[in-house]
T-cell receptor
Framework: DQQVKQNSPSLSVQEGRISILNCDYTNSMFDYFLWYKKYPAEGPTFLISISSIKDKNEDGRFTVFLNKSAKHLSLHIVPSQPGDSAVYFCAGTGGSSNTGKLIFGQGTTLQVKP | KAGVTQTPRYLIKTRGQQVTLSCSPI?????VSWYQQTPGQGLQFLFEYFSETQRNKGNFPGRFSGRQFSNSRSEMNVSTLELGDSALYLC???????????FGQGTRLTVV
């Protein structure tokens, strides 16, 4: 049972344009969501998070949108830069059975072309 | 502030052996969680400790175990290694509760 899904394995965008990475979840107990960026053979780097009481959170070039009714969140990167090329994971947590536990999607590989 | 430190970075073990991985969390963080990353399964939760108590455990066999010390440092142990245990093992620390978790660089375990 995959509770967090990133349906696009890969995404390619031009430098300077917007990157939009999508994530769907099924567990209605989730009340906190996070996005991580990961390079091969390294640990994930935290990017941005959002609580379920909000529908938007911004941090510099990164904005996360949450649509609770659709159980969908997205990460917008504007403008995209070649250094943003990496694998992006979304994760959800919340509910007593998920104490201290992040449930990750399978990741989306973003390539930003110069 | 120093980040999450995992040792060793790389490890090669033989089937049937056991291995212990170490994680030092960010100073002041009381929660340490462990994840396994493999190409086919993505990032899978192993277990989480908070103030020396295991609060949650993922769907892994009993060969996978862990502990947390009073200084919040954590270790995980895998006994009777199998080829399928080859993976990147990641440790994350957080203050506890619904907050961001910060990951270490990981330990790449290869079982031959």
């Amino acid at each position: 049972d995959q509770q967090v899904k990133q349906n696009s394995p890969s995404l390619s965008v031009q430098e300077g344009r917007i990157s939009i990475l999508n994530c769907d979840y099924t567990n209605s107990m989730f009340d906190y969501f996070l996005w991580y960026k990961k390079y091969p053979a390294e640990g994930p780097t935290f990017l941005i998070s959002i609580s379920s009481i909000k529908d938007k959170n911004e941090d510099g070039r990164f904005t996360v949108f949450l649509n609770k009714s659709a159980k969908h969140l997205s990460l917008h990167i504007v403008p995209s830069q070649p250094g943003d090329s990496a694998v992006y994971f979304c994760a959800g947590t919340g509910g007593s059975s998920n104490t201290g536990k992040l449930i990750f999607g399978q990741g989306t590989t973003l390539q930003v072309k110069p | 502030k120093a980040g999450v430190t995992q040792t060793p970075r790389y490890l090669i073990k033989t089937r049937g052996q056991q291995v212990t991985l170490s994680c030092s969390p960010i100073s002041g963080h009381r929660s340490v969680s462990w994840y396994q990353q493999t190409p086919g399964q993505g990032l899978q939760f192993l277990f989480e400790y908070f103030s020396e108590t295991q609060r949650n455990k993922g769907n892994f066999p009993g060969r996978f175990s862990g502990r947390q010390f009073s200084n919040s440092r954590s270790e995980m142990n895998v006994s009777t290694l199998e080829l399928g245990d080859s993976a990147l093992y990641l440790c994350a620390s957080s203050p506890g509760g619904n907050t961001e978790a910060f990951f270490g660089q990981g330990t790449r375990l290869t079982v031959v």
